[in-house]
T-cell receptor, first 114, second 116 residues
Framework: QQPVQSPQAVILREGEDAVINCSSS?????VHWYRQKHGEAPVFLMI?????EQKGHEKISASFNEKKQQSSLYLTASQLSYSGTYFC???????????????FGKGTKLSVIP | DTGVSQDPRHKITKRGQNVTFRCDPI?????LYWYRQTLGQGPEFLTY????????KSRLLSDRFSAERPKGSFSTLEIQRTEQGDSAMYLC??????????????FGSGTRLTVV
């Protein structure tokens, strides 16, 4: 079942912050975040495994609430290079293991303007 | 390592023709995935391999689609009797079998298929 991302699109001025949410109706084993620029391949940002730990990647961090089956991606002090479409990919979990298959959301288009 | 390579980058074919795409994953990655992406959508899972074994195939995938990964290295995706609805970007990705913090999928640049 496809995870739901919100918002669908957001426009930021350089230096502003943004939060992108991803929720699933199924028990999650892990959540991945990817960024895709127009005409390019998705690029891996980070993975969050079960445990609710917040991971960081420069000014981009994420959290994973496994009780709520939700993940959020935090972009702080946005830069022009952050523009692109952000996808969460969710991996279902069962019997303590992952399904080894990512299901991606429809994406959140982020535009950073000067 | 040069990353994940896909060939061709673009393919235009007539409806009813067969097409085959190739993917060369990162050499130390033993998992290989095929995804399909249409405009405005996220990548949609098609199938994945661990080494040479095809472990899962999407139930949405028509019998016209077949994938192979002989010897656990490169993979091919064949679409038989193409239809206009098959037009999409076909993405290949690879990863380690056990993902830990910092590990994710590495995607290729994709093959854009246009069926006319």
């Amino acid at each position: 079942q496809q995870p739901v991302q919100s918002p669908q699109a957001v426009i930021l001025r350089e230096g502003e912050d943004a939060v992108i949410n991803c929720s699933s109706s199924k028990a999650l084993y892990s959540v991945h975040w990817y960024r895709q620029k127009h005409g390019e391949a998705p690029v891996f940002l980070m993975i969050l495994l079960k445990g609710g730990e917040q991971k960081g990647h420069e000014k981009i961090s994420a959290s994973f609430n496994e009780k709520k089956q939700q993940s959020s991606l935090y972009l702080t002090a946005s830069q022009l290079s952050y523009s692109g479409t952000y996808f969460c990919g969710t991996e279902w979990g069962y019997s303590g293991a992952g399904s080894y298959q990512l299901t991606f959301g429809k994406g959140t288009k982020l535009s950073v303007i000067p | 390592d040069t990353g994940v390579s896909q060939d061709p980058r673009h393919k235009i074919t007539k409806r009813g023709q067969n097409v085959t795409f190739r993917c060369d994953p990162i050499s130390e990655h033993n998992r290989l995935y095929w995804y399909r992406q249409t405009l405005g959508q996220g990548p949609e899972f098609l199938t994945y391999f661990q080494n040479e074994a095809q472990l899962e195939k999407s139930r949405l995938l028509s019998d016209r689609f077949s994938a192979e990964r002989p010897k656990g290295s490169f993979s091919t995706l064949e679409i038989q009797r193409t239809e206009q609805g098959d037009s999409a970007m076909y993405l290949c990705a690879s990863s380690l079998a056990l993902l830990r913090a910092g590990d994710g999928y590495t995607f290729g640049s994709g093959t854009r298929l246009t069926v006319v």
